[in-house]
């Protein structure tokens, strides 16, 4: 359906898509493309990263099931060249190590496959801001409620905040204590915490 607010440029930002279903690459590439980013999409992490070496992107889109080198991999591999590019991370389902993971590498956001526009959108967003960069994308979009009512399985998102909530718990309140045992940067921590208390939860 047309949408007047969603067909603007939002960026001229270097996107980088990497995922190996190649009917959600090409959504993908369709959506971020119309949105104004300079798109380069590729199927495995091996290509994403020899690109990169050769032009480095702003941000990137992945996969976290990909071949041979997953999400993660690619994106260690990707900051080797550019450390401060931004990643948002596509995932099937929630894991606590890979929630893990996600705090060590300061992802901007995970989402769970099928994502909804307005969520990549969102992410989008962060990930611009992070940059420096000024976006154009609409931040009064309404909250999606295409999950099942009732489902159980939490988001890593999710997980990654409950690990760092129950840290901070666990050492009162105490942030340094808290950076040390999660192996983060008070400053990775610092920004956990300002995002939590933008979104209402209470910080011990």
Same mark, same amino acid.
């Given at each position: #359906?047309?949408? &007047? ?15 190996? /279903?190649?009917? $959600? ?5 369709? #959506? !971020?493309?119309?949105? &104004? ?13 020899? $690109? ?9 889109? =992945? /996969?976290? @099931?990909?071949?041979? #080198?997953?999400? #993660? +991999?690619?994106?260690?591999? $990707? ?6 590019? %931004?990643?948002?991370?596509? !995932?099937?389902?929630? /894991?606590? &190590?890979?929630?893990? *993971?996600?705090? @060590? ?5 995970? =989402?769970?496959?099928?994502?909804q526009r307005n969520e990549l959108e969102q992410a989008l967003d962060r990930a611009l801001r992070r940059k420096g ?7 009064? =979009?309404?909250?999606?409620? /295409?999950?099942?009512?009732? +489902?159980?399985?939490? !988001?890593? *998102?999710?997980?990654?905040?409950? $690990?760092?909530? +129950? ?17 983060? !940067?008070?400053?990775?921590? @610092? ?5 939590? %208390?933008? +979104?209402?939860f209470a910080i011990p």
């Amino acid at each position: #359906m047309p949408d &007047g607010n969603h067909h603007r440029p939002v960026s001229t930002a270097r996107l980088l898509i990497v995922e190996d /279903d190649p009917r $959600l690459r090409e959504l993908l590439v369709r #959506m !971020t493309t119309e949105w &104004g980013f300079r798109v380069t999409a590729v199927w495995s992490g091996e290509e994403a990263t020899r $690109l990169n070496r050769e032009a480095p992107f702003d941000l990137a889109i =992945l /996969d976290y @099931h990909l071949p041979r #080198m997953n999400g #993660m +991999q690619t994106l260690r591999a $990707l900051r080797e060249t550019t450390p401060d590019l %931004q990643a948002v991370v596509l !995932t099937a389902h929630a /894991d606590l &190590g890979v929630a893990k *993971e996600a705090i @060590h590498l300061d992802v901007v956001e995970f =989402l769970t496959k099928p994502c909804q526009r307005n969520e990549l959108e969102q992410a989008l967003d962060r990930a611009l801001r992070r940059k420096g960069h000024t976006p154009d994308i609409p931040l009064d =979009l309404p909250p999606s409620h /295409d999950s099942a009512p009732g +489902q159980p399985a939490k !988001t890593l *998102e999710e997980s990654e905040r409950d $690990l760092i909530l +129950q840290s901070l718990e666990r050492n009162h309140g105490n942030r340094a204590a808290a950076a040390r045992e999660l192996g983060i !940067t008070r400053r990775t921590l @610092h920004n956990k915490i300002n995002i939590y %208390q933008s +979104q209402g939860f209470a910080i011990p």
